[in-house]
Nanobody, 123 residues
Framework: QVQLVESGGGLVQAGGFLRLSCAASGRTFSSYVMGWFRQAPGKGREFVAAIRWSGGTTYYADSVKGRFTISGDNAKNTVYLQMNSLKPEDTAVYYC????????????????WGQGTQVTVSS
């Protein structure tokens, strides 16, 4: 059974930083794309970043490009999202997600989801 467990959320002031972690278990993820989505109150779930386990190609939403960095540690089956220069509009529940095969930007294309971790950025 696949499990994705996020950690690292919290409250931070604007301009600050946080690092989210997603520990994956339950299968081999070598052919998978691991992603981060976020959902603010009253809004839909939006793509933030993703990485291919094989090769390490990364993808970012325009709104976070240059501020967020996604990375993976194959030995630990863990994906990280380093978030710098945080803004109040980054406030949301952040979800780790995974899918086999090709890259996708829509949440409906992803198979597995974590429980989410709250990130709150105060102004």
């Amino acid at each position: 059974q696949v499990q994705l467990v996020e950690s690292g959320g919290g409250l931070v002031q604007a301009g600050g930083f946080l690092r989210l972690s997603c520990a994956a278990s339950g299968r081999t993820f070598s052919s998978y794309v691991m992603g981060w989505f976020r959902q603010a109150p009253g809004k839909g779930r939006e793509f933030v970043a993703a990485i291919r386990w094989s090769g390490g190609t990364t993808y970012y939403a325009d709104s976070v490009k240059g501020r967020f960095t996604i990375s993976g540690d194959n030995a630990k089956n863990t994906v990280y999202l380093q978030m710098n220069s945080l803004k109040p509009e980054d406030t949301a529940v952040y979800y780790c997600t995974a899918k086999d095969g090709s890259m996708a930007y829509l949440p409906s294309r992803y198979t597995y989801w974590g429980q989410g971790t709250q990130v709150t950025v105060s102004s």
